[in-house]
T-cell receptor, first 113, second 113 residues
Framework: NAGVTQTPKFRILKIGQSMTLQCAQD?????MYWYRQDPGMGLKLIYY???????DKGEVPNGYNVSRSTTEDFPLRLELAAPSQTSVYFC????????????FGPGTRLLVL | QKEVEQNSGPLSVPEGAIASLNCTYS??????FFWYRQYSGKSPELIMS????GDKEDGRFTAQLNKASQYVSLLIRDSQPSDSATYLC?????????????FGTGTLLAVQP
């Protein structure tokens, strides 16, 4: 049981490049989330999904896209990377029970130059 | 007013002392509250969850919830240098079926040996 996994751990992008951050969970969780965390700031929700084929925007969705074709995987796509997207990205998942909390992956550190 | 507020710290306590971390939230009807610990460069990990007014104890950790005053706190007894980390308060807003959480910006705790 690996929990929530994320790849890559670290990536440097040039301005205007695109990339996909991978996230997978093996806990059969219906709900999955993407956050970004800037230094000294809390976690900001980018996108979330309540099941395969269902996604919705969070607090800071601009510049990102997601898809959820399977229960296990929830990739985050960055199009036309900008320096403002330099951050640490965390993927999380949870059961659908309302008292359940979220469990986080190890994070992806992204630097856009 | 921020939805979830925490003092950013750092909160410095000597080893063996009690560390008290506080969090206030703006939505009076929030029902679920969580404390996460985040070591530098790592992902958040769940420490405590609390849903009812009063205290909930787990080892050296005690979560306290006062819904009338809209605050939740975390007490760490017999603080150890290994407790040095950022502690994130998270609140689940009412309604919806997404298990979304709103995070505070975190309090940095430093336990001095």
């Amino acid at each position: 049981n690996a929990g929530v996994t994320q790849t890559p751990k670290f990536r440097i992008l040039k301005i205007g490049q695109s990339m996909t951050l991978q996230c997978a969970q093996d806990m059969n969780h219906n709900y999955m989330y993407w956050y970004r965390q800037d230094p000294g700031m809390g976690l900001k929700l980018i996108y979330y999904s309540v099941g395969a084929g269902i996604t919705d925007k969070g607090e800071v969705p601009n510049g990102y896209n997601v898809s959820r074709s399977t229960t296990e995987d929830f990739p985050l796509r960055l199009e036309l990377a900008a320096p403002s997207q330099t951050s640490v990205y965390f993927c999380a998942s949870s059961y659908s029970n309302s008292r359940e909390t979220q469990y986080f992956g190890p994070g992806t550190r992204l630097l856009v130059l | 007013q921020k939805e979830v507020e925490q003092n950013s710290g750092p909160l410095s306590v000597p080893e063996g002392a009690i560390a008290s971390l506080n969090c206030t939230y703006s939505d009076r009807v929030s029902q679920s509250f969580f404390w996460y610990r985040q070591y530098s460069g790592k992902s958040p990990e769940l420490i405590m969850s609390i849903y009812s007014n009063g205290d909930k104890e787990d080892g050296r950790f005690t979560a306290q919830l006062n819904k009338a005053s809209q605050y939740v706190s975390l007490l760490i007894r017999d603080s150890q240098p290994s407790d040095s980390a950022t502690y994130l308060c998270a609140v689940k807003p009412p309604g919806g079926a997404t298990n979304k959480l709103i995070f505070g910006t975190g309090t940095l705790l430093a336990v001095q040996p």
